[in-house]
């Protein structure tokens, strides 16, 4: 077994993707966005997303076209938003598709159900959002939701990513 300094599955620095390492390189909180009841659950993580002010507030995320989140999205047009902290990095990894999830994505946590969607155990700072509008950007979709409600709690170990790793 070798023990290696770097990542063993990086890629070489030449074959990046240049947007990726820029992006990346942004960091942002890390974002839980959940929709759906019942076994029409879907959830992803999302770090990019960005919070527009206004006589209505708006959510603006960029989510895989490809998810199971941008399928149920499209049925239930509205989700809940909400803020991971460092303790919930594990269910941050397992819905954005890069940890394992026995049991099923929605048996790594507690959940509770409101009128836009599951909000897991922990989180006290969420925004439940209408969607107003989808559209193609690049290999996303760009979601723009209308907030409904927002609840702000304490903020003790906000969970960031930069860079590829949780910070």
């Known amino acids: 077994m070798t023990i290696h300094g770097g990542h063993p599955f990086a890629q070489p620095e030449s074959e990046r993707d240049q947007i990726r390492r820029l992006r990346g390189r942004l960091g942002g909180a890390v974002s839980l966005w959940l929709t759906g009841a019942g076994a029409g659950r879907a959830g992803l993580t999302v770090s990019s997303l960005m919070v527009a002010g206004g006589e209505r507030g708006r959510v603006l995320g960029l989510i895989d076209p490809d998810s199971d989140l ?7 047009q509205v989700a809940v938003i909400g803020l991971l902290e460092w303790p919930h990095r594990e269910l941050a990894d397992a819905f954005a598709g890069v940890a394992p999830a ?3 994505l929605f048996a790594q946590a507690e959940f509770a159900d409101t009128p836009w969607g599951p909000l897991p155990a ?3 700072t969420w925004a439940g959002v209408r969607v107003e509008e989808v559209r193609e950007v690049g290999w996303s979709q760009l979601i723009t939701a209308t ?3 927002i609840t702000i709690g304490e903020e003790i170990r906000p ?3 930069r860079r590829g790793r949780y910070r």
């Open 122 to 124: 922990g989180v006290t």
């Open 102 to 104: 026995p049991g099923g």
């Open 70 to 76: 941008a399928d149920e999205l499209a049925e239930t």
């Open 147 to 149: 907030v409904e409600t």
């Open 159 to 161: 969970l960031e990513h």
